[in-house]
């Protein structure tokens, strides 16, 4: 996959491996570079830099996307000897990317979920990998200064030391323990928690705070803290930054509540994401984030693709650079310039929008206007076709293990409407050339329960993986059929996450966003690529 941008000032640094920019309504730049990416996000730049008087607006941050060591028998009780021995190798890894990154100027640094110990453990085999946890709140310590203060601190130790020397802020992952007592009710009977871990330094190496994740996903070896963290931590470039790890990112607690600071316009995303095609790849729902709240996120992946684990970003509400590679055993740095504030989405529109023809139609359409209706037998009706909307047969399909209802999209041009429960899912389209391919427009409203108990409102146009109709909802990542269209739907929730992939795993940034009559829309035309995956994503969390 290849692409150019409209921006031709941002050049290739060198070349090897490729990762993606994503950049306004429709425009992205495919680069190759030698294990490391540096875009500008949200600024004009000319080669590397910019600006003087523009850098003050702006930080470098990094994400690592890492092909980690794994434990060759993690079901197997190890030594503490010989599980630093394995952790080491990591960290040495992680080690010089955060040197790599320092030579960019880069302010801060996220490192994946499970990255130095690895996964598949259970609660006994994983003990010797986990660290000591003071509470950074109760406590002050430097553990590269202070080495010797706690025992079983080696991990911590190694990673402050790498913030000192990389003078950056970091965030890593890692599993810790804390004893625990019999007055304890919840105290498990081995007499201690085990949690799974994001720490955060500061560039001076003292440990600024900690997050223990509270939405764990199978997850045999962790306990789920008593209460939830809700970690934020501030940095002299950026302010305050969020911070929780990988299925966090589907509840409320703690990632919506954590924007309930309205200061908060910078997350830090550790995860170990097996991607899920078509509404759950990972750089999708980052991407989507970023967009739904107006923050900046920072998502480092881990790199398995035999697992279906690769996608990482540095994503913006407007742009996004990403890495997603399921062919190479290699880890990934990108590195971005990314701005303090960052400027919404949602809600934004161009004077010309309502002169817009298909956007003007639109309107029409959620206004109620009986001409361009299905039966209308009105002749003046703005030229516009009136489509029979009882053409497109509905049917039922499995999308994400869920009954979805959908209706082929056939047509070179149309609006279709497609119900189930209280939600009803709109789309009104065009299409430069019929491909030789089906696609339906999707709607499902209830409680998803497989690998995780969740409810959602989705309104869907995906590409089918076949030409029949029990092929909608499969996995799928090339397309060649282009759109231009609205997609809406009468959401009962304000959490709603806008999904917008092409082919070869591309990510899009839509051209609007916001509501319209009650109705929440995505607009967008000019597609750089065949589109995959266009939908909107609820989450009614009070539901779950």
């Known amino acids: ?42 600024v004009h730049a000319t080669e590397d830099h910019v600006a003087e008087d523009h850098e003050t607006d702006y930080y470098m941050a990094a994400v690592y996307e890492h092909q980690s060591i794994l434990s060759p028998n993690p079901l197997t009780l190890t030594s503490r000897k010989q599980a630093l021995e394995l952790m080491n190798q990591n960290l040495g890894i992680y080690e010089q990317q955060v040197m790599a990154a320092a030579q960019k100027g880069v302010q801060i640094i996220v490192f994946p979920e499970d990255g130095i110990h690895g996964f598949n453990f259970t609660r006994t085999s994983i003990y010797p990998f986990l660290d000591f946890m003071p509470s950074p709140k109760l406590v002050s310590w430097n553990p590269c200064l202070e080495p010797h203060r706690f025992n079983d601190t080696e991990v911590l130790q190694r990673l402050s030391c790498m913030a000192i020397r990389g003078d950056m802020f970091l965030v890593a992952n890692l599993g810790t323990k804390q004893p625990c007592h019999n007055s304890d009710l919840r105290c498990p009977s081995d007499g201690r928690y ?102 900046n996120f920072l998502a480092a992946n881990i790199h398995h693709p035999s697992l279906g684990m690769t996608g990482s970003g540095i994503h913006t509400p407007l742009k996004s650079v990403w890495h997603h590679d ?44 009986p001409y361009c209706e299905k039966d209308s037998q009105e002749v003046h009706c703005d030229g516009a076709t009136k489509w029979n909307m009882n053409a497109a047969p ?11 209802t959908l209706v082929p999209v056939w047509e070179k041009e149309g609006h279709l409407r497609v119900c189930a429960k209280g939600l009803c899912c709109s789309l009104l389209y065009q299409r430069p050339a019929l491909s030789n391919e089906l696609y339906a427009l999707g709607v499902f409203d209830g409680l998803h329960t497989v690998h995780g108990t969740y409810y959602v409102q989705v309104c869907a146009l995906v590409k089918c993986g076949g030409l029949g109709f029990d092929t909608c909802g499969q996995e799928i990542t090339e397309a060649a059929g282009l759109f231009e269209f609205h997609l809406w739907g009468n959401f009962s929730t304000s959490y709603i996450f806008p999904l917008l992939l092409t082919s070869g795993m591309t990510l899009e940034t839509p051209d609007q966003l916001g509501w319209e009559n009650d109705h929440y829309f995505l607009r967008k035309s000019g597609l750089s690529s065949g589109l995959v995956t266009a939908a909107l994503y609820g989450r009614l969390y009070e539901r779950d």
């Open 194 to 295: 085990q949690f799974n871990t994001n720490v955060v330094f500061s560039n001076n190496g003292t440990l600024v705070d900690c997050y223990r994740k509270h939405n764990l996903y199978f997850e045999a070896a962790f306990d789920t803290p008593l209460h939830v963290d809700h970690t934020i931590f501030e940095t002299p470039f950026a302010g305050k930054f969020g911070v929780f790890t990988c299925f966090d990112i589907l509840f409320f607690d703690p990632a919506i509540r954590l924007l309930g600071d309205s200061e908060v316009k910078h997350i830090a995303f550790p995860a170990a994401w097996m991607n899920q095609l078509p509404l759950l790849a990972a750089i999708q729902i980052q991407s989507a984030f970023a967009m739904a709240f107006g923050v």
């Open 1 to 42: 996959m290849s692409g150019t941008g409209a921006n031709r000032r941002l050049q290739p640094i060198q070349n090897r491996f490729m990762v993606c920019i994503m950049s306004g309504a429709s425009s992205r730049l495919a680069f190759f570079l030698c294990g490391c990416y540096m875009v500008a996000l949200g």
């Open 326 to 369: 399921m062919e190479n055993l290699t880890g990934h740095l990108l590195i971005a310039q990314v701005a303090k504030n960052p400027q919404g989405l949602v809600g934004t529109q161009n004077a010309t929008d309502k002169k817009d023809p298909s956007h003007s139609k639109f309107l029409k359409i959620l206004a109620g206007d």
């Open 394 to 404: 509905t049917f039922h399909s499995e999308m994400m293990y869920d009954n979805f």
